[in-house]
């Protein structure tokens, strides 16, 4: 007969942080212990094959724990992870007092709705507010599509004012080929790609594809129906694309003129990846409407947009709602993150500390002129452009023990934590170049 595990105190007992010593390994997880009885447990993968969706593709490991910029899996293989979740570890795995403070909060406070207010939510809207540098107001979510979603309906109650109330009038969004805003029907139809929109359509009306970094085919779009300009500063899944300077600015003008809003998607490229806290402060530009999410939350799962003051009494009471948004143990997750960047400077230094990296990286394309086209992005969100499929090298990668993963225009994505070690950034060009040899040889 199986037991049942009554938690105590003791249970969640935490010295000194868990895995405080980043140069231990934690313990071998053995999925046998969470059960107490004599039947064995199930493997992670009949599980997942029995009674998980089919909507990702079948995955060749089993990860079960993490530290610091490393990863091990149910055989106990360790990999060198410059996945980072898709850009959210942004402190790397089991960061000691990112887990202490997350901990601390979660015995203290979880959850109470947005009916009440939490101390928190309001500290981190502040702090928001004074990394993007002016007035404005926030609102929290869970992800990044959840953001955009938000971000789609400030466009559509601006569109509203500009039309003197009418709805349906002007209500159109300016997106971007290649452009990824998420897989909610909102966002989905702000991302023109067939593989994202296929099987799901017909899309939510009012999105106008323009051409990314063209700003005459922009102008060509813009009329009396538009009501916002939504762009990544930074391409994610689009193959990691930055915008221009020169074509930010001119959207900036043009929103201007137009009386459009100029609506930044930062959820992949944000949270200091590039640099600055948002890639978008490289350019001296201001949005109108930011949103974020990723590594906002060190791992925890957050979202929020900012609105500059002049536009944030757009939502009024009863307008938009998340019950998980900006809870308390979210905002705590988010604001030790956000704390970690600021003291261990690691935001300000992401440039220094990738440059060299970046210059090793560059030479692939000579290196290997059958395989590699180019390198492209910045500080620690880099892509190998590639010749062709890049399923290949992700796969050939994997078997150097390093993780990473794939965009468009045939690229693989670089996308270490903001902590990432001088003696990791070497290893991962050692085994790159191994994982390209190993497809040059054959």
């Not at 106990?76 to 887990?99: K, N, Q, Y």
């Not at 939502?315 to 030790?336: K, Q, V, Y």
């Amino acid at each position: 007969m199986a037991r049942t595990f009554m938690p105590t105190a003791e249970s969640f007992k935490i010295e000194n942080g868990p895995q405080a010593d980043f140069g231990r390994s934690p313990p071998i997880f053995n999925f046998e212990s969470l059960i107490f009885n004599s039947q064995p447990m199930p493997t992670a993968e009949s599980l997942y094959d029995s009674h998980v969706l089919g909507n990702y593709a079948k995955s060749p490991l089993t990860l079960v724990r993490g530290l610091g910029c490393r990863v091990w899996d149910d055989a106990g293989r360790e990999f060198l992870d410059f996945s980072s979740g898709i850009a959210v570890t942004a402190l790397g795995h089991a960061h000691p007092e990112w887990a202490r403070r997350v901990h601390e909060q979660a015995l203290t406070l979880v959850h109470t709705s947005n009916l009440w207010r939490n101390p928190r939510q309001a500290e981190l809207a502040a702090r928001l507010a004074e990394l993007v540098g002016l007035p404005g107001r926030s609102f929290f979510c869970n992800s990044g599509t959840e953001a955009n979603e938000a971000l789609i309906k400030l466009a559509r109650l601006h569109g509203r004012k500009l039309a003197g109330g009418e709805e349906g009038v002007r209500h159109h969004v300016i997106v971007f080929d290649y452009a990824f805003h998420g897989r909610t029907f909102g966002g989905m139809a702000a991302t023109p790609q067939d593989k994202i929109q296929n099987g799901f359509r017909p899309m939510l009306d009012g999105f106008k594809v323009a051409k990314f970094n063209d700003l005459d085919s922009v102008k060509a779009l813009a009329d009396d129906r538009t009501a916002a300009v939504l762009i990544e500063t930074i391409q994610g899944e689009g193959g990691v694309r930055p915008a221009t300077r020169e074509f930010l600015q001119g959207l900036r003008q043009l929103c201007d003129e137009r009386g459009l809003l100029l609506i930044i998607d930062e959820v992949q490229c944000g949270i200091g990846r590039t640099g600055k806290f948002y890639a978008y402060q490289h350019h001296d530009v201001q949005p109108d409407a930011i949103g974020m999410a990723k590594g906002i939350g060190g791992g925890f799962p957050m979202g929020a947009i900012w609105v500059a003051e002049k536009h944030a009494s757009l939502f009024t009471p009863g307008s938009h709602g998340c019950t998980f948004g900006g809870s308390p143990l979210a905002c705590a997750a988010a604001l030790a993150t956000l704390d970690l960047l600021r003291d261990g400077k690691l935001v300000e230094t992401v440039s220094q500390r990738s440059a060299a990296w970046r210059a090793e990286l560059e030479k692939l394309p000579a290196e290997f002129p059958t395989l590699v086209k180019e390198i492209r992005g910045a500080g620690f969100m880099v892509a190998i452009g590639l010749h062709s499929d890049p399923v290949p090298v992700v796969a050939a990668l994997r078997d150097q023990k390093f993780l990473c993963p794939s965009a468009g225009h045939n690229a693989i994505r670089l996308l270490p934590p903001l902590n990432v070690t001088d003696s990791d950034l070497g290893e991962s060009l050692v085994r790159i170049r191994a994982a390209l040899a190993s497809l040059k040889a054959n």
